[in-house]
Nanobody, 111 residues
Framework: VQLVEGGGGLVQPGESLTLTCIAS???????MGWYRQAPGKQREFVAR???????DHSESVKVRFTIARNDAQNTINLNMHSLKPDDRALYYC???????WGEGTQVTVSS
């Protein structure tokens, strides 16, 4: 299953973005996740959602970000609000069962 992320861009602090990950095939019952990597830092966990729609978010994005999945469309969204400069990173989609990654979509938060 190939994953393609989109929706990134340049926004000002406090603004919102929605990232979308589109899978080339069925995501099945796999947990799906979003991770990010800022310049000079290691990739870090952002959010995860299982097939029962139970979601988990990192402390740094909890309340501001929400992960969602649509199994019929094989998509995973990350709704991001109140963006901060520290949220600047390359955001990756992850298929946990197959350990597949997309190539990422860039989010930049700057005034």
């Amino acid at each position: 299953v190939q994953l393609v992320e989109g929706g990134g861009g340049l926004v000002q602090p406090g603004e919102s973005l929605t990232l979308t990950c589109i899978a080339s095939g069925s995501i099945g019952t796999s947990d799906m996740g979003w991770y990010r990597q800022a310049p000079g830092k290691q990739r870090e966990f952002v959010a995860r959602i299982d097939s029962n729609l139970r979601a988990d978010h990192s402390e740094s994005v909890k309340v501001r970000f929400t992960i969602a999945r649509n199994d019929a469309q094989n998509t995973i969204n990350l709704n991001m609000h109140s963006l901060k400069p520290d949220d600047r990173a390359l955001y990756y989609c992850h298929h946990a069962y197959r350990d597949n990654w997309g190539e990422g979509t860039q989010v930049t938060v700057s005034s």
